[in-house]
C-alpha cells in the first residue's frame, strides 16, 4: 500500500449546525448550577478541624507558665546560680545593664546584701573562718 492509495478525507470536518448551537450549549452550561454546589461544609471541616486543633493545642503548650518569673528563679538552686554566672564570665555591670536597674537600684540591693552579713554573726564566722588569726 503506498501513500497515494490512501483516500484523501478531511477528518477535521465540523458537525452540520455546531457553531449555530455552540452559544445555546454554552449559556446551558454557565446557567446550571455552579461545580462547587455540591461540596458540603464536612468536606472543609475534614482538613480544618484537625488543624485548628493543633494550632489550639500548640498555643496551649507553648503559652502556659510555671508560674511568675520570680516562682521560676526561686526554684533555681544558689549553688547552681553561682556556677552559671561563674562559668559565663558575666560581669556585675552588664547585668545590671540588661535587667534595666538604675544606680539607685543597685545601691539599694548591695547595701541590703551588706546589711545582711553585717547582722548576722554565722556570716561573720563563716567569712573569718577563711583567714588565719592570731
Given at each position: ?47 480544618a ?32 546560680l ?32 551588706y546589711?545582711?552579713?553585717l ?16
Amino acid at each position: 500500500m503506498k501513500l497515494e492509495d490512501i483516500p484523501k478525507k478531511n477528518i477535521f470536518d465540523v458537525p452540520e449546525g455546531y457553531f449555530e448551537k455552540l452559544p445555546g450549549m454554552i449559556q446551558a452550561r454557565t446557567t446550571g448550577a455552579p461545580a462547587h454546589a455540591g461540596t458540603s461544609w464536612v468536606g472543609v471541616l475534614k482538613y480544618a478541624l484537625p488543624v485548628v486543633a493543633v494550632v489550639l493545642a500548640s498555643v496551649w503548650w507553648w503559652g502556659r507558665t510555671e508560674g511568675s518569673l520570680e516562682e521560676q528563679l526561686g526554684k533555681i538552686e544558689t549553688v547552681d546560680l553561682v556556677a552559671y554566672l561563674e562559668d559565663t564570665e558575666l560581669e556585675a555591670e552588664e547585668l545590671v545593664e540588661g535587667i534595666g536597674w538604675t544606680e539607685i537600684d543597685s545601691n539599694e540591693l548591695e547595701e541590703a546584701v551588706y546589711e545582711d552579713i553585717l547582722n548576722s554573726s554565722a556570716a561573720w564566722d563563716e567569712l573569718l573562718e577563711g583567714y588565719e588569726l592570731q
